[in-house]
C-alpha cells in the first residue's frame, strides 16, 4: 500500500509540473496561481499545496526536471564509448548542441520551458534570486561545462590556440545556440536553422583552432558536412 501511495503521489506530483509548465509559459509565472494550476487538473488547491508549499519550490522543481532532461539528452549524444565531456573536442560539443537543439524544437515541453524561462519570467525581481542561481548554478545543465571542457582539451592538445580563453568560448557558443533557438521557436529566423547554427559554430572554431579553418580528425564543427 505504502509503494503504491508513493507512486500515486509521484504521478499527480508529474501532473502538477505539467500543468505549471503549460501555464507560465501561456499567462507567465507572475500572472498564474495555484488555484489556475489546480483547476487545470480538476483538483483542489490544497493538493498542490501538499507537494509544493509555495510557487516558487514548484518552479524550481520545474527547472530542476527540465534541466535534467536536457542532461539526459545532451547525455545521450555522447560518441560511442564516452561517458563523460572529458575527452571530447569543440567538433563534437557543437555536433551534439545541433542535434540537441534539433529535439528542443520537435519537443512542445521543450519550446514551452524555454519559452517560460525566456519570455514569462521577470528575472530582475529580488523575488527570482534563488530560481535564477539554481538555473545557472545546476549541476545537470551540462551544455556550457561541455564547451568549456572541449575548448580546454584543445588548448592542451594543441588543437586550439594556447590564449584561448575556454569560459569566453563557452559563453558565446551558448549564446549563440540560445539565440538561434529563440528566434526559430518565434518563426523570425529567415534562413535554415540547423545550417545557420552549424556555420556559427564552424565560425567559433575557425577563430579558436591553430590552424584556420581545419578541424581536428577532418570533423566539420555542428555537422555542417551532414
Given at each position: ?24 509559459a501561456k499567462k507567465g509565472y507572475e500572472h498564474t496561481t495555484f488555484t489556475d494550476v489546480a483547476a487545470r487538473l480538476k483538483m483542489t488547491k490544497g493538493a498542490v499545496y501538499w507537494h509544493f508549499e509555495t510557487k516558487q519550490a514548484l518552479l524550481l522543481a520545474l527547472v530542476d526536471e527540465m534541466l535534467a532532461k536536457f542532461h539526459r ?154
Amino acid at each position: 500500500m505504502a509503494r503504491r501511495a508513493k507512486q500515486d503521489a509521484e504521478k499527480t506530483r508529474t501532473r502538477i509540473l505539467a500543468s505549471a509548465l503549460t501555464l507560465f509559459a501561456k499567462k507567465g509565472y507572475e500572472h498564474t496561481t495555484f488555484t489556475d494550476v489546480a483547476a487545470r487538473l480538476k483538483m483542489t488547491k490544497g493538493a498542490v499545496y501538499w507537494h509544493f508549499e509555495t510557487k516558487q519550490a514548484l518552479l524550481l522543481a520545474l527547472v530542476d526536471e527540465m534541466l535534467a532532461k536536457f542532461h539526459r539528452q545532451i547525455s545521450e549524444l555522447l560518441p560511442p564509448g564516452e561517458t563523460s565531456f572529458e575527452g571530447l573536442s569543440f567538433p563534437v560539443v557543437a555536433d551534439m548542441m545541433v542535434r540537441n537543439a534539433l529535439r528542443i524544437l520537435e519537443d512542445p515541453k521543450g519550446t514551452a520551458f524555454f519559452l517560460l524561462i525566456h519570455e514569462q519570467i521577470k528575472w530582475a525581481d529580488a523575488s527570482m534570486t534563488d530560481v535564477r542561481n539554481d538555473l545557472m548554478r545546476n549541476p545537470r545543465f551540462g551544455p556550457w561545462a561541455a564547451f568549456k571542457t572541449a575548448v580546454a582539451n584543445d588548448v592542451r592538445a594543441g588543437r586550439a590556440r594556447p590564449d584561448v580563453d575556454p569560459v569566453q568560448v563557452a559563453s558565446v557558443c551558448m549564446a549563440i545556440w540560445d539565440g538561434l533557438v529563440h528566434s526559430r521557436i518565434a518563426n523570425l529566423l529567415q534562413c535554415d536553422f540547423k545550417e545557420t547554427l552549424c556555420k556559427s559554430y564552424s565560425a567559433v572554431w575557425k577563430s579558436i583552432a591553430v590552424a584556420p579553418g581545419a578541424s581536428p580528425a577532418g570533423q566539420s564543427p555542428g555537422g555542417a558536412s551532414d
